[in-house]
């Protein structure tokens, strides 16, 4: 069983709608979790941290962490192209960080 | 505001030569961590290091692959005897404490000929 679970997607969204995406993992002592925004070609990118139950906004962006489900989401709002990248979600347990393999995401003009 | 910092960017190596990828942590940062990405695939932890210190290398390969963060200067990833399955991107990650937020470097690109 893997550490963290994304869906490879690819997903696809219109621009100016909301783009869902969903992270599981595994260990229930996991600590801190954090979304990266990667872009081809490039080395990834903060765009979120959560570390308590509920949401987090930020801009456009927000985090929705359920540690009773061991579930974490990134939603985006009024998605443009520029979001067009790989977002990948991390775990920290507190020995070590855990990444999915990332979720492809296509923002359609 | 130096970030984290990798160099060189772009390294081609024939089999059977070293590669030695090299990472300044950002400013401030003691906790360094390298990772490897091949092609569509996601990012696999190797090395989680402190200052004169390895203490995570569970994901490293036990030949071949050597890392270390001296007192002074960057953190060293040395790859001995390259092999075509070495050619990938390799990130460094810094982060201020072991539990929190990694800002990643540029990466190096390995490519084994």
Not at chain 1, 65 to 88: C, E, F, G, H, M
Request: glycine residues 8%; aromatic residues 12%.
């Amino acid at each position: 069983q893997k550490e963290v679970e994304q869906n490879s997607g690819p997903l696809s969204v219109p621009e100016g709608a909301i783009a869902s995406l969903n992270c599981t993992y595994s260990d229930r002592g996991s600590q801190s979790f954090f979304w990266y925004r990667q872009y081809s070609g490039k080395s990834p990118e903060l765009i979120m941290f959560i570390y308590s139950n509920g949401d987090k906004e930020d801009g456009r962006f927000t985090a929705q962490l359920n540690k009773a489900s061991q579930y974490v989401s990134l939603l985006i709002r009024d998605s443009q192209p520029s979001d067009s990248a790989t977002y990948l979600c991390a775990v920290n347990t507190g020995n070590q960080f855990y990444f999915g393999t990332g979720t492809s995401l296509t923002v359609i003009p | 505001n130096a970030g984290v910092m990798q160099n060189p960017r772009h390294l081609v190596r024939r089999r059977g030569q070293e590669a030695r990828l090299r990472c300044s942590p950002m400013k401030g940062h003691s906790h360094v961590y390298w990772y490897r990405q091949l092609p569509e695939e996601g990012l696999k932890f190797m090395v989680y290091l402190q200052k004169e210190n390895i203490i995570d290398e569970s994901g490293m390969p036990k030949e071949r692959f050597s890392a270390e963060f001296p007192k002074e200067g960057p953190s060293i990833l040395r790859i001995q005897q390259v092999v075509r399955g070495d050619s990938a991107a390799y990130f460094c990650a810094s982060s201020a404490a072991d539990r929190e937020t990694q800002y990643f470097g540029p990466g190096t690109r390995l490519l084994v000929l």
